[in-house]
């Protein structure tokens, strides 16, 4: 179904969904050879607008030699000509009135009288047209770009996934809709018909985006038998049941946890809150206590009916030792520290319960880009830490040009590890609104950060909250925020905002098991972001996104018969 469109004024559309009606997708196919498969989204509103279009294969000429031809009317007569001409495009027009008159009159001359090459038919662009990219009239080189595919030429990481988080402020505002919108927004996220996430965060305990901060064994007092230890209410009222009705749609959905804060009995500073450290040192009880409470939490799902992939062994450690009034649900550890935890404590206690390294993904770091090769060189290089660790995760907040390359650093260090983005949003800090419908520019953050990650080893992207409210909450900590799904419980709809359709380029072409390959792009321009890759089914992906002022041209190169493309 197509999308319903509604413009909140802030660039873009968003896509609404009621009790009546919500977009969707055609389940994916691969193409025919010869055949690229379009998906486009732009800001003029199309959202994975589908398109189709061949190109020839020239590999079967062979010979240079000259050719005889030889004309005989009255053996076949076929086609009337019907014409020849050009497009009347906008930016043609517009480049016609930068000049004087007399060479616009010149122009027009020289295509459609005697004296010039006789064009008799014009194309007119309606207001959307199937290859519509933007405003290209800043544009001033308007040179071709060649894109040359090669996997002989080099092969890169495999994709682990794409998803979202299951706070508990996504369950709450999913709870508030019908049950059918619930199954839906249930649907647009993990189904065919959907975005095909396959991914799927879970906070350990409470996180700011609680209605009230809480671990699982807030009794305030020494418990190292973890005796108290229970799920809250969020985990069996919002995370689980959404969880298994997505794993219902999704079978291949998997889910990992991460830590805000453990119980504050066992923090140097009984709070929560405000950052605080483990007490004591790694190999001391309460490190063996907290590692024995993730082991609790992953007991306590799979006893629900959830098993968890992977664990990040704590959310931003590093920002809440640099901030020491972190004002949400939180603790400190420095990398060194972290290592340490991990070989004498950690490691150890998930490999007994059954949670090894062959078992459960055990990721290290969970915070900015900025400081993973430090967080690679303390622990990948520290073989009794190492050998518990599967990868490193890492946030988006402060990505910049530059600390891009930290995670080929990253890759250098433990090239059999996986790299995995796990979280983002867009936080408009300091504002007083949070929450833009619509927003054009969010949906570029976004694809850009997601296709320049891929290019540097990264193996999957997984969002923040996959619902809030139109505040952009609940959030005990007021850290409201922006969400791919905005729930208004009060007219019973959600809207899809144009990062949802972001998410979904790559959550849903590039299934687990796809690999990067080499591609060269000429000449380069920082206007074209690109990135291709094989699937496991054998379908090639190619990503572009083309950011103002945009390229006027593509030619795709490659040696690949099955080739499924999108721009954005």
Not at 120 to 141: C, H, M, Q, V, Y
Not at 323 to 341: A, G, H, I, V
Not at 371 to 396: E, Q, R
Request: include cysteine; proline fraction near 5%; hydrophobic fraction near 35%.
């Amino acid at each position: 179904q197509p999308c319903i469109q509604r413009d909140y004024g802030y660039g873009s559309t968003v896509c609404v969904c009621n009790l009546t009606h919500c977009d969707d997708f055609d389940a994916l196919k691969i193409t025919a050879k010869g055949v690229v498969t379009v998906f486009e989204t732009s800001k003029s509103g199309d959202r994975l607008e589908k398109t189709e279009f061949k190109f020839g294969d020239n590999s079967g000429f062979k010979a240079n030699k000259a050719q005889t031809i030889t004309i005989d009317k009255s053996k076949g007569v076929y086609q009337k000509i019907v014409g020849f001409g050009g497009a009347f495009t906008d930016s043609a027009g517009l480049n016609m009135k930068t000049l004087p008159e007399k060479l616009q009159n010149r122009i027009i001359s020289d295509y459609f009288s005697k004296s010039g090459i006789e064009y008799n038919l014009g194309r007119i662009p309606k207001e959307k047209t199937e290859f519509k990219f933007g405003d290209n009239s800043g544009f001033k080189a308007n040179k071709a770009q060649t894109i040359t595919i090669d996997k002989s030429k080099g092969v890169y990481q495999k994709i682990v996934g794409f998803g979202g988080a299951f706070t508990d402020a996504a369950g709450l505002n999913i709870k508030t809709l019908p049950e059918k919108l619930q199954n839906r927004i249930i649907s647009d996220y993990f189904s065919k018909s959907g975005i095909e996430y396959n991914l799927g965060r879970i906070p350990i305990g409470g996180s700011d985006f609680s209605t009230h901060a809480y671990s699982y064994d807030d009794n305030n007092k020494d418990d190292f038998d973890l005796k108290h230890f229970s799920l809250a209410e969020e985990d069996l009222d919002y995370k689980i049941p959404i969880i298994k009705k997505a794993k219902q749609i999704n079978s291949d959905l998997r889910v990992f946890g991460s830590p805000w804060s453990p119980p504050a009995w066992m923090k140097n500073n009984s709070e929560l809150n405000h950052g605080g450290y483990l007490i004591g040192e790694p190999g001391g009880k309460y490190y063996k206590a907290f590692a024995n409470y993730i082991v609790k939490f992953l007991d306590s799902y799979k006893a629900s009916g959830v098993p968890v992939w992977g664990i990040t062994i704590e959310n931003e450690p590093y920002a809440a030792s640099l901030l020491p009034n972190f004002p949400w649900n939180s603790l400190s550890f420095t990398p060194e520290l972290e290592r340490d935890f991990i070989k004498k404590d950690l490691g150890p206690t998930l490999e007994a319960a059954g949670y090894g390294v062959n078992t459960t993904q055990l990721m290290i770091c969970d915070d900015q880009r900025e400081w993973v090769p430090t967080w690679a060189n303390t622990i990948y290089t520290d073989k009794d830490a190492a050998k518990y660790v599967s990868g490193l995760a890492f946030h988006w907040y402060i990505n910049t040009d530059k600390n891009v390359l930290n995670l080929d650093v990253v890759h250098n260090t433990d090239p059999s590890k996986f790299i995995l983005s796990t979280e983002a949003c867009e936080d408009y800090r300091g504002k007083e609104q949070h929450v833009f419908l619509g927003s054009w520019q969010t949906f570029e953050r976004y694809a850009k950060d997601i296709i320049v990650d891929l290019n540097h080893w990264t193996s999957g992207w997984v969002d923040w909250n996959m619902a809030l409210d139109t505040e952009g909450g609940p959030n005990w900590a007021k850290n409201f925020v922006d969400a791919p799904v905005i729930v208004n419980a009060t007219s019973q709809e959600y809207y899809k905002n144009p990062i949802f359709y972001a998410m979904g380029h790559y959550s849903k072409f590039l299934t687990p098991g796809s690999q990067r390959v080499f591609q060269t792009q000429e000449p380069s321009v920082d206007t074209l972001l690109s990135t291709t890759f094989v699937r496991p089914d054998g379908g090639t992906v190619f990503f572009a996104q083309l950011g103002p002022p945009s390229v006027s041209n593509a030619i795709f190169q490659s040696t690949q018969p099955d080739v499924q493309c999108f721009k954005s």
